[in-house]
């Protein structure tokens, strides 16, 4: 392939600058649609600035590439002419790029003078053919984007294809800013979405960037703000330590500043209040352990069982030597008493002392009376049978002769 460029001498037509007045104050793009090769030459005296076609039109060229050129500071048509149809040769001397206007249709942009540095184009020969190319450099003024119609049939230059092959993907590299991709969700565990997956040292495009989309949805999820969020297994690093006595959080506080107050207050909660008894150990607890103290109302409740005890011991001793003075004394060692029962006829305790039965003169109301005691008593020369009974919410007593003298 033949390459021909042409920096400086492509002419601007003045249709070619109205159009990109046009585009510039309407921001659109300019489009170029074709290119066109001939084998005219501009008279005397013309201006390629006045021109509107070729001067002498031969056959269409075909767009192969465009672009900016950064180095130049301008846009670029590729253009391209093949011999594939050419029965007959000619001399190009003449070279148009046409574009695109929003009022007039396709119009003359560019033309390329190459009466000076003509180009043979031969004819096709054997089956073989040649391809001319030929990069037209372009003034667009302030077109911010500019695109134009490639011809299928033309060929891929050297550069158009090593910038493809810039492009390629590989597991060497390449540019993926472009590519369109079907995002793969991460495998659930047990059912349940993994919030932040494993990401791997290797993987399709899909997977990795399904892992960080679900990664960036969790820290969303999760993330911690004045309105809200999860603290659950947040860690704080640090604590700052606070100085005040008993300090109080504030509003605005960090995370490290509140822990550290609470730390401080605990602290001086401690040092305050450790030797004090408090509610719950008076109240609530039952301690038996020689490092607690004991609590004053489970002392109180102690001694007062304790002597309620006694108490009921005492009377149980009195009781017992009143039986037993009753029992073990002169009277029973004598047999005078031989025993005491009730009198279900006059409803009053029966005594028996030596053979006879001897009422009790107490109250026939059985539901208030009972004997407490029975002593024998030495009274006046004389043995009497002294019975003790509680009546009416008070003790009395009857004194029975027991006609029985030692």
Not at 184 to 212: H, L, R
Request: proline content about 3%.
């Amino acid at each position: 392939m033949a390459e021909k460029s042409n920096v400086e001498g492509v002419t601007i037509t003045a249709r070619g600058l109205q159009l990109i007045a046009k585009l510039t104050a309407a921001k659109m793009k300019m489009e170029f649609t074709r290119a066109k090769v001939g084998t005219g030459v501009l008279p005397d005296g013309a201006n390629a600035y006045d021109l509107t076609h070729l001067v002498a039109y031969k056959m269409d060229g075909r767009i192969a590439g465009y672009g900016y050129d950064d180095d130049a500071k301008d846009a670029y048509v590729v253009m391209q002419i093949s011999n594939e149809q050419i029965e007959t040769g000619f001399v190009m001397t003449e070279a148009g790029i046409y574009a695109k206007d929003p009022d007039l249709g396709e119009i003359l942009y560019g033309y390329l003078d190459l009466s000076e540095d003509p180009n043979y184009i031969m004819p096709a020969e054997n089956g073989r053919f040649k391809t001319v190319q030929i990069k037209m450099h372009v003034i667009v003024g302030e077109v911010q984007e500019i695109s134009a119609t490639i011809n299928p049939l033309s060929q891929v230059t050297r550069e158009e294809l090593q910038k493809e092959l810039d492009k390629k993907v590989s597991i060497q590299g390449g540019d993926i800013s472009d590519t369109v991709i079907n995002i793969e969700n991460p495998p659930d565990e047990d059912k349940n979405p993994v919030k932040y997956p494993e990401i791997g040292d290797s993987g399709t495009t899909k997977s990795i960037m399904g892992q960080i989309r679900r990664w960036l949805k969790s820290l969303k999820d999760d993330k911690v703000d004045k309105k809200g969020g999860d603290t659950a297994d947040t860690v704080v690093s640090g604590l700052t330590d606070s100085t005040a006595s008993f300090p109080q959080p504030t509003a605005g506080d960090s995370q490290k500043t509140l822990w550290g107050k609470v730390k401080k207050w605990q602290q001086d909660c401690i040092t305050k209040f450790g030797n004090y008894v408090l509610t719950s150990m008076i109240t609530n607890q039952h301690l038996n352990s020689t490092s607690n103290i004991p609590t004053s109302a489970l002392v109180y409740l102690m001694q007062q069982a304790i002597q309620q005890n006694q108490n009921a011991i005492n009377v149980l001793n009195t009781k017992q030597t009143e039986t037993s003075n009753a029992l073990g004394g002169k009277l029973s060692k004598a047999d005078a008493v031989q025993y005491l029962n009730w009198d279900s006829g006059f409803k009053m305790p029966v005594i028996t002392v030596n053979g006879q039965n001897i009422l009790i003169p107490v109250t026939a109301d059985t539901t208030q009376q009972f004997i407490t005691s029975i002593k024998m008593m030495y009274h006046q020369n004389k043995w009497i049978l002294r019975i003790g009974y509680w009546y009416n919410g008070a003790e009395h007593h009857a004194n029975i002769n027991a006609d029985y003298t030692d």
